[in-house]
């Protein structure tokens, strides 16, 4: 079945340091791929998505490109701040058929000023 | 516009006893989706419902239920809780079934079973 790995974490960055967190998937086809963000306490928010190869999605100084060879589905950003520190799920939604998200495990960013 | 609404935020529930739990999707979204998020299993997708019928569905055991109504809204069930079924539980919306769609989500409603 589809599935999602992403880098355990927790990962401490800090301020203005430059964040990769890894992202790979299994699925059939071409899924759509997404990032969304979630802050304590709070539901999950739509960071970016990419809904084919070689889209990058990008939003808030977030970036990600859809990477169809190696399956991956990497997020980045230049420059963290420390309202960033949440947790981070990569995600993906199998082409065809209808809505059944599959989540990664979730990695949590911390930044410290 | 408004988000989608989960209803109740927290509830505490003792073992045996069943709950149900409500979900309004962002007006004009037709497509409902549930999920429960664990410290342990993480995010795991429930069940999503289209025109009030159920189009998809997870790996959990019939104790688990949901309906959708003619205005999109949905509710889920959960019957004979369980100390394990103690969770953050997730609904999401979209405008349609398609896989790629955004589905948004709401805070969500935090169960506990003691």
């Known amino acids: 079945g589809d599935s999602v790995t992403q880098m355990e974490g927790p990962v401490t960055l800090s301020e203005e340091a430059f964040l990769t967190i890894n992202c790979t998937y299994t699925?059939?086809?071409?899924?759509?791929l997404f990032w969304y963000v979630q802050y304590p306490g709070e539901g999950l928010q739509l960071l970016l998505k990419?809904?084919?190869?070689?889209d990058k999605g990008s939003n808030k100084g977030f970036e990600a490109t859809y990477r169809k060879e190696t399956t991956s589905f990497h997020l980045e950003k230049g420059s963290v701040q420390v309202s960033d520190s949440a947790v981070y799920f990569c995600?993906?939604?199998?082409?065809?058929?209808?809505?059944?998200?599959?989540f990664g495990t979730g990695t949590k960013l911390q930044v410290i000023p | 516009k408004a988000g989608v609404t989960q209803t109740p935020r927290y509830l505490i529930k003792t073992r045996g006893q069943q709950v149900t739990l409500s979900c309004s999707p962002i007006?004009?979204?037709?497509?409902v989706s549930w999920y429960q998020q664990t410290p342990g299993q993480g995010l795991q997708f429930l069940f999503e419902?289209?025109?009030?019928?159920?189009?998809n569905k997870g790996n959990f055991p019939g104790r688990f239920s949901g309906r959708q109504f003619s205005n999109s809204r949905s509710e889920m069930n959960v019957s004979t809780l369980e100390l394990g079924d103690s969770a953050l539980y997730l609904c999401?919306?979209?405008?349609?079934?398609?896989?790629?769609?955004?589905?948004?989500f709401g805070e969500g409603s935090w169960l506990t079973v003691v």
């Open positions: 999401a919306s979209s405008s349609d079934s398609r896989a790629s769609n955004t589905i948004y």
């Open positions: 699925a059939t086809g071409y899924p759509s």
């Open positions: 990419a809904t084919k190869a070689d």
């Open positions: 995600a993906l939604s199998p082409s065809g058929g209808y809505q059944k998200v599959t």
């Open positions: 007006s004009g979204h037709r497509s």
């Open positions: 419902y289209f025109s009030e019928t159920q189009r």
